[in-house]
């Protein structure tokens, strides 16, 4: 219980150096939790078996004072009988003394069940304070280990971002965006330039579309009659 108590005490310098040597202080923790989880089971067992003992020498109390006080009924009716006639007073005194060394003995019991009734009483109250308080202090460390989780989570991201941020070179950053910028510059420009190259060439096809549509019919028939050899035109000397 200390061991953990000193682990939870984060705000202190001896608990932070303690946590500094352990490789893996969350899983000591948590099996530290587990441990006081048994030790609370434990003693609510033992809070449970020490109630049942009171539960029953309460009965037993109670059965011994009923005794006691049936054996003084008793002795008075005896008494009362004996000087009303219906007893010998002989016999009723024998009777009666007979009662009382009984009573004695049964006063003596009832004494020492109270001794230990009350004994049992005190062990129960302190029972019953140990194993609030034991899981008080459970619920309360549970708590804060999820806690030291979450911010345990949020200082290792926390730690790489700044990590990142630190190793990055601003200058290289900048450099590569100028040269990509500059890629993408001669990209557009080269993009620019093939689409030149296309209007032109659609220029040429349609001048020579033009052409052809300006010769006339005569000499597309000419020279189609031609490469059929039906040229009957003498061919120059």
Known sequence: MKILHRLFK?????????????????????????????????????????????IRRNKELKTQQEIEQDLHNKSMLLLKKAQQGEVEPQEADELVKSNLKRKAEISKEVNFIKQDVTSLENQVATLEQN????????????????????RVKVGDATLKINKQMTSMDSAGVVSMLERMREKVMQHEALAEAYGDLAQT?????????????DLSLDDELKELKRQMGMDNTPADK
């Open 10 to 54: 984060i705000g202190q310098a001896e608990s932070h150096a303690a946590i500094d040597k352990l490789e893996d202080p969350i899983k000591m923790i948590e099996q530290g939790l587990r441990d006081m989880n048994e030790n609370r089971d434990m003693a609510m067992r033992s809070l449970a078996e020490v109630k049942a003992m009171l």
């Open 131 to 150: 194993v609030n308080r034991i899981k008080t202090e459970i619920k309360q460390w549970e708590n804060e280990l999820r806690t030291l989780k979450a």
């Open 201 to 213: 060439r659609e220029t040429d096809q349609q001048r020579m579309d033009k052409r052809v549509q």
